[in-house]
């Protein structure tokens, strides 16, 4: 089930398009040089570059467990792209920008989520944001979408809230999450234990340390790399997450 990529595409950024003004990460639709539209977030927003690195490493998590996530790029950033910009707080971050950016594939005509959708499917996405600890897939913000008539799963960045902290991330691995009672899906899971065993035993150290492989360098500032990993696998197979999320379906 492994599709993740082992390499990023990286594409240049040619032109801002639209600022889209959702969430604290002020991403941009952005048209890069293979004619293709993305939506960008930029290293040089509120979040930094920690909110990068979680919607790489964890995308593609997700997308090596198969569920249903959009192209992840990586966006080179020219400065000079600023300069047509008229509002100032854009040009400011593109200017604080400039390098590589996380890019993550528009969605044309994409709806918003609305039910109905596949039990199984709602319990593992409850299951991998649980394993996850993303706090930001709520009914006021689902991070969903519909396409094609297809669930998609977007926005990474909020997940592991301790990436912000000075503490070990490990240290957040046996933590239970009770955000996760929050979880716009909930309701439409089916058993959360069933996802578990279904998911779990396809979660690889392979695959783990290929999605953190797939992070630049440059973006690991207060955390480094093998603490991600470390995170992830510690989590899987100790944490107390999947009986968590289970118990509050119930």
Known sequence: ??????????VTAIRYALPLREGGSLPGLMEADDDGLYVVKFRGAGQGAAALVSEVFFGEIARSLGLPIPEIVLVDLDVDISAAEGDP?????LRSSAGLNLGIDFLPGAFPFAPPIARALAADIVWFDSLVMNVDRTAKNPNLLRWHNQVWIIDHGACLPAQH???PLSDAALREFPRIA???LLKHAGSIADAHSRLAPLLSAEMIRDAAALVPDSWFIKHGREEYIDFVQKRLSSGPFAEEAERVRS
């Open 1 to 10: 089930m492994d599709s993740s990529p082992k390499v990023l595409r990286t």
């Open 165 to 167: 902290g000075d503490d």
């Open 89 to 93: 707080e854009i040009q400011d971050l």
């Open 182 to 184: 929050d979880h716009v």
